[in-house]
């Protein structure tokens, strides 16, 4: 309601009293001197009565959108990133007006934006030998930018194609029709090699150039046609394969991590299985950085619009954010099976026998997706109104695969209360612990999965005890499926893991080792795969799955992935990485014996786990 302005003068003055009488009249006077002051400040502009009868005018959707007109065009993303992304990349930012932002002001984005960005930062890029490949996807699948991928191409794809793009023919049954090509996207590329480090092809089928070959050879042209002209043709290969993997859509791409991060892969595969399904809870750190730095993110949608949501939380609160995000759905999951139970007898059978498949398939979304596809296009010719409640819950339909990410930072320490009490649930949330072993976001400080002996901040004289085992304490509740992975060490094992991880009914947790600039890989970012590998083979990091359901099958939950370590291996990793490899230089003698240390706390973690792999589960005791 609006008061007279002698009125509301009046009543600052009552509350300046009653919040300082406490310290005496000169404050109180003082206080009310300054909202006098204020008040005789004030000056009044006439506004014309008539302003209020404006009528309202509509604008018409222009040629080139634009993203504040509220027109609802299906290319908002491209109309975001000319009107918002490209002035604030500029330093124009503070130029933009506010209506600008219309329809953005609960801090919305589209998806989808890196795609948009081009940096072109890369000095040497990767470039195909068709000839030497073997087409296994590894490029592919390690890339941290998902800016090396393998296409499918029919016959009309192949016609329309640029003058001089090569393919080859596909390697495999089931590829009738259809040729083959491994492209990279230079201008979205960082040049970190990992992919031509990998490749395992007996002469490399990927050779690094320097960007100005790649543009003069029209890797630029191939690329701009292969990533916006082909279709994704996922259905021919079993996704829980690596090559099979690495034909579908990343959903997650072109986002800013370190050249060579060891972070974004894992993300870029889970959201090859489960992107058009998958919500997600990111803690604060690197991975909320490169993942939703306003104005661009890498997450984006596929060819039907589906794509992750994306969200982002603090340190301390993440998995309960995640959670939320998944007990809200279901609740109004809930509600659309209440609704189908009760009008069962007032659709069709056709309808009916769909409620009851969804009902009795809820939990799966392979069922549910088909379920879908057919119940929404008859509720939307029925018109009744039980078709208009469902439908007006219909992005709830198909099962969501959600996913909470964050770092060790988040996940051993700020946030291991949260993440505790989640995972104490039965709530079905998968968590991936993207493990630097150090807060590499906020200025590489320790955190409790740094191990013995690594400097970092706060342990500049490397630090004094052991790594905190967070699968073992997740093991130890019986009910949540738990892996450590590391890609480079088994690519095969972390899809089985993220697989079985969503088929589990209940929580999950991934633990997965990420080599990090912070690391000081002497070898260079390039070998951070090769690092992930001998880490795992010295027995710095085991990988293993314990899956719960299999103990009700009378089978040990515990499987570990990897050979007996090489433990002669061990100071090699160690000496390999700069937080190792200073202290052995500053102080030889403290070095060495905090190095013992972390070997024996390696060793015995290493019997831990054997031992409980070597249980009997099939008899009762």
Not at 122 to 138: K, L, R, S, T, Y
Not at 338 to 351: H, L, S
Not at 605 to 614: D, P
Request: hydrophobic share 35%; net charge negative.
């Amino acid at each position: 309601d609006i008061i007279p302005f002698e009125e509301a003068q009046q009543y600052m003055k009552d509350y300046a009293k009653k919040s300082y009488a406490k310290k005496g009249d000169d404050i109180v006077k003082l206080n009310w001197d300054a909202i006098d002051v204020g008040a005789d400040g004030l000056v009044e502009i006439a506004v014309d009565p008539a302003w209020k009868d404006l009528p309202v005018e509509t604008k018409a959707c222009s040629d080139e959108c634009c993203s504040s007109c509220g027109c609802g065009c299906e290319d908002k993303t491209k109309a975001y990133a000319e009107n918002i992304s490209y002035p604030v990349n500029h330093v124009r930012g503070y130029d933009l007006p506010v209506s600008a932002f219309k329809g953005y002001e609960d801090g919305t984005m589209e998806n989808g934006l890196a795609a948009y960005e081009k940096r072109g930062v890369a000095v040497m890029v990767p470039e195909w030998q068709m000839a030497n490949c073997i087409q296994c996807g590894q490029c592919s699948y390690v890339c941290p930018h998902a800016a090396i991928r393998p296409f499918l191409l029919d016959e009309n794809e192949v016609a329309n194609a640029p003058e001089g793009l090569e393919v080859a023919n596909p390697i495999g049954k089931g590829f009738d029709g259809l040729k083959y090509r491994m492209q990279v996207s230079i201008m979205d590329c960082t040049g970190c090699g990992s992919c031509a480090d990998v490749c395992p092809a007996k002469e490399k089928a990927l050779v690094m150039v320097p960007i100005d070959t790649a543009k003069e050879d029209k890797e630029d042209v191939y690329a701009e046609y292969m990533y916006n002209k082909v279709t994704y043709k996922d259905n021919l290969m079993a996704k829980n394969t690596v090559k099979g993997s690495q034909f579908a859509q990343p959903l997650f791409e072109f986002n800013g991590a370190c050249p060579g991060c060891g972070e974004t892969p894992y993300l870029k595969a889970i959201t090859q299985l489960f992107g058009e399904n998958m919500m997600v809870a990111n803690a604060t750190g690197c991975s909320s950085i490169y993942s939703g730095s306003s104005p661009s993110t890498p997450y984006c949608k596929n060819a039907e619009g589906h794509g992750p949501s994306w969200g982002s939380s603090l340190f301390e609160d993440n998995a309960e954010y995640g959670m939320g995000m998944h007990v809200a759905v279901e609740a109004l999951r809930d509600r659309i099976q209440t609704v189908m139970e009760k009008a069962m007898d007032q659709v069709g059978e056709e309808v009916a026998a769909l409620f009851k498949k969804w009902i009795e398939n809820r939990n799966s979304s392979v069922v549910t997706r088909e379920v879908k596809d057919q119940l929404v296009p008859a509720l939307e010719s029925c018109g009744c109104e039980v078709a208009k409640e469902i439908l007006s819950l219909k992005q709830y339909l198909v099962k969501k695969s959600q996913w909470i990410v964050g770092g060790d930072g988040w996940a051993y320490d700020i946030g291991y209360g949260g993440l505790d009490h989640v995972l104490a649930t039965n709530e079905d949330v998968n968590v991936i612990v993207l493990d630097t072993e150090v807060y590499s976001n906020t200025g590489g400080q320790a955190s409790k999965s740094t191990p013995t002996g690594a400097i970092a901040k706060f342990a500049a004289a490397g630090k004094a005890f052991k790594k905190k085992d967070l699968a073992a304490i997740a093991m130890s509740y019986g009910h949540i499926y738990v892996a450590q992975v590391s890609m480079g060490a088994n690519q095969q094992q972390f899809l089985k893991a993220i697989a079985e991880a969503e088929a589990h009914q209940g929580p999950s947790i991934i633990i997965a080792y990420s080599p990090c600039i912070n690391h000081g890989i002497r070898k260079g970012m390039n070998k951070s795969q090769l690092e992930m590998k001998l880490a795992t083979e010295c027995g710095y990091w085991p990988i293993f799955r314990y899956n719960p359901a299999l103990e009700a099958e009378g089978k040990n939950p515990l499987i570990i992935d990897c050979k007996e370590p090489n433990w002669d291996k061990y100071e090699e990793y160690l000496l390999g990485e700069v937080r190792y490899a200073t202290l052995k230089k500053a102080n030889p003698a403290h070095a060495e014996a905090l190095f013992i240390k972390n070997k024996a706390d390696a060793q015995r973690r290493w019997k831990q786990y054997k031992r409980l792999a070597a249980m009997d589960f099939s008899k009762e005791d």
